[in-house]
Nanobody
Framework: QVQLVESGGGLVQPGGSLRLSCAAS????????MGWYRQAPGKQRDLVAA???????NYADSVKGRFTISRDNAKNTVYLQMNSLKPEDTAVYYC???????????????WGQGTQVTVSS
C-alpha cells in the first residue's frame, strides 16, 4: 500500500509561519489529488487545501490568502506553506492522497499519521 510520511509541524507564535511536507513512499503510483486536512480536539476532520496532478487548487475559506499548497509530482510530495498563523489554526494536520497503483490498476486512498501544529504565544 501507499504510505504517506509527514513532517514540519510544531509550535509557533501567532503571526508565524510553518511549512508541512508529505511524501508518498511507494513508487509505480499515479496520484490524482493530494491534500491536507486538519482536526482540532472535539471537532471533525476538515479539508484545508487540495491540489490535483494538473495543479488545480482548492482552499478552505478560513485559510485563503494565508496558506499555499504545492506539489512536486516527480517526488510524489505535497507541501503546505502556512503564513500568518492564528491560534484557531491549532490542530493535527493530516496528509491525504488518492490515485491508482500502476501495477494493479487499483485505486488507493491513503492518510498520513498526522502532525501537530500549535499556534500559541
Amino acid at each position: 500500500q501507499v504510505q504517506l510520511v509527514e513532517s514540519g509541524g510544531g509550535l509557533v507564535q501567532p503571526g508565524g509561519s510553518l511549512r508541512l511536507s508529505c511524501a508518498a513512499s511507494a513508487s509505480m503510483i499515479s496520484i490524482y489529488v493530494m491534500g491536507w486536512y486538519r482536526q482540532a480536539p472535539g471537532k471533525q476532520r476538515d479539508l484545508v487545501a487540495a491540489i490535483t496532478s494538473g495543479g488545480s487548487t482548492n482552499y478552505a475559506d478560513s485559510v485563503k490568502g494565508r496558506f499555499t499548497i504545492s506539489r512536486d509530482n516527480a517526488k510524489n510530495t505535497v507541501y503546505l506553506q502556512m503564513n500568518s498563523l492564528k491560534p484557531e489554526d491549532t490542530a493535527v494536520y493530516y496528509c491525504n492522497a488518492r490515485g491508482v497503483l500502476l501495477t494493479t490498476k487499483g485505486d488507493f486512498g491513503s492518510w498520513g499519521q498526522g502532525t501537530q501544529v500549535t499556534v500559541s504565544s
